[in-house]
């Protein structure tokens, strides 16, 4: 058991490693020095994190982990002076501090140990111009997914009443909708309406942002890209030097496998769809076009699709998308410039 020491022993000789256990109303603190020795522990109003953490005395090292309302708190205490913030990644923390004493203690202990010891994984933090453009998207994405809702809901409520109109959603259809007089029909129909008028505006916002955003220019020149999933694909990636190659951006989007290897055998599974499944989904879609558009993955996807599946060609086609892009935002060229189809550059860059 780590030995204590009370607070008054701190000093400005050293580091401080301070793990917060990060709540809205009350957090948690555990203070150790370079060598281990938990100095002091204290639970205080989240609002007082700030003049708490200022009152410490020399350099502070600061680790908690991701939670929603993290960015605010983040901001704050990073503009302190003689204080270096650092965020968990809450995966991979979940993985390395998995314990059977889980509370609010032990675990502002496990994140100041794991600070000191360079042992924290470390969560990738957006600059706030970053975060607000997400803020547009996650907007989109959001009124996006309740139009397809209430498409779906309408689709249901014809058949279960055995009635079938044909394109439902085309002007046509809207009309011969509203001639039913169902008013089920008729509710989904005008919240349907305010929904499309939400995404109308949000799409002009977004074309707008696209339009000055150096890295969403360059990757709207991807065959199969709008400029939505552009900004969109360009503000996750965000920062690129934080990916070594292509194949790590890949795999923080969720489109590589997973990997089962024995000493004798190594098994390639399903894609492992971690990161964000919107944005996942978006290069799907893409990607569906994309082979329609560019000669070059139509026949990549031509003959992968007649080897392992339609299914598995567009997972890969949306792939070599993000592949592609990757190392558009490294070179910062366009997709013509970047010349992937060319042998050498392929080789190069995309597996």
């Not at 044909?166 to 509203?178: A, H, T, V, W």
Request: contains cysteine; charged residues 30%.
């Amino acid at each position: 058991m780590k030995k204590r020491v009370k607070s008054k022993g701190m000093n400005s000789d050293g580091i401080l490693y301070v793990g917060i256990d990060l709540h809205e109303r009350e957090s948690q603190l555990a203070v150790f020095d370079q060598g281990g020795a938990l100095l002091d522990e204290k639970r205080l109003p989240t609002k007082d994190l700030r003049n708490h953490l200022s009152s410490l005395p020399g350099q502070k090292r600061i680790a908690m982990e991701s939670v929603g309302f993290v960015y605010p708190i983040y901001d704050e205490l990073s503009s302190l002076k003689d204080c270096h913030v650092t965020v968990a990644n809450p995966n991979r923390l979940q993985l390395i501090s998995r314990s059977s004493t889980k509370h609010d203690k032990a675990d502002a202990r496990v994140l100041g140990d794991l600070l000191r010891t360079n042992y924290l994984p470390v969560a990738h933090m957006r600059d706030e111009e970053t975060r607000e453009k997400l803020v547009v998207i996650g907007e989109r994405v959001r009124y996006g997914a309740r139009g397809g809702e209430l498409k779906g809901s309408i689709k249901w409520l014809l058949k279960r009443r055995g009635i079938e109109v044909e394109k439902p959603f085309s002007d046509e259809g809207r009309k011969r909708l509203r001639a039913l007089r169902l008013q089920e029909v008729d509710n989904r129909l005008d919240e349907l309406a305010l929904v499309e008028s939400f995404i109308e505006r949000l799409d002009v916002q977004i074309l707008d942002i696209a339009s000055r955003d150096p890295k969403a220019k360059l990757l709207d020149t991807l065959p199969g890209l709008a400029p939505y999933t552009a900004l969109y694909l360009a503000c996750v990636l965000d920062d690129i030097d934080r990916f070594p190659d292509a194949k790590h951006a890949c795999a923080y989007l969720g489109l590589v496998p997973w990997l089962d290897e024995t000493a004798d055998t190594t098994h390639l599974g399903h894609i492992t769809k971690k990161g964000d499944k919107w944005l996942r989904r978006n290069l799907v879609q893409c990607a569906r076009i994309a082979v329609r558009k560019d000669p070059h993955l139509n026949e990549f996807y031509t003959r992968l699709a007649h080897k392992r599946g339609e299914k598995k060609a567009v997972i890969a086609v949306a792939r070599k998308l993000a592949s592609y892009a990757y190392w558009m935002i490294k070179r910062n060229v366009t997709y013509e410039e970047l010349s992937p189809w060319e042998a050498n550059v392929r080789q190069s860059s995309v597996t």
